[in-house]
Nanobody, 114 residues
Framework: VQLVESGVGLVQAGESLRLSCAAS????????IGWYRQAPGNQRQLVAR???????DYADFVKGRFTISRDSASNTVYLQMKSLKPEDTAIYYC?????????WGRGTQVTVSS
């Protein structure tokens, strides 16, 4: 599986941004796909993910503000981010898990200015 993120953004607090992650390769093997983020000096943390059965998990710090969705026809996962805060500034990584491997995208920078 290969993952390519898009949606690099520099926005102001309160604005919105949508990230996209296009998956290719053995996409039928994907069990779970989602987004993580890593801010400078911090560990990478889960933002949101979708399981193959459609179950969705969100980190508490994005509930009510971010929405993850998946377009199976195009093998693309989206992260719609609203009411962005400066603390949302991070590199956002797309992630896909199969039964045998974990794949990461290269990451896309999101910067939220106050």
């Amino acid at each position: 599986v290969q993952l390519v993120e898009s949606g690099v953004g520099l926005v102001q607090a309160g604005e919105s941004l949508r990230l996209s992650c296009a998956a290719s390769g053995d996409t039928e093997e994907i069990i779970e796909i989602g987004w993580y983020r890593q801010a400078p000096g911090n560990q990478r943390q889960l933002v949101a993910r979708i399981g193959s059965g459609g179950s969705i998990d969100y980190a508490d710090f994005v509930k009510g503000r971010f929405t993850i969705s998946r377009d199976s026809a195009s093998n693309t996962v989206y992260l719609q981010m609203k009411s962005l805060k400066p603390e949302d500034t991070a590199i956002y990584y797309c992630n896909a898990d199969s039964s045998t491997e974990r794949t990461w995208g290269r990451g896309t920078q999101v910067t939220v200015s106050s």
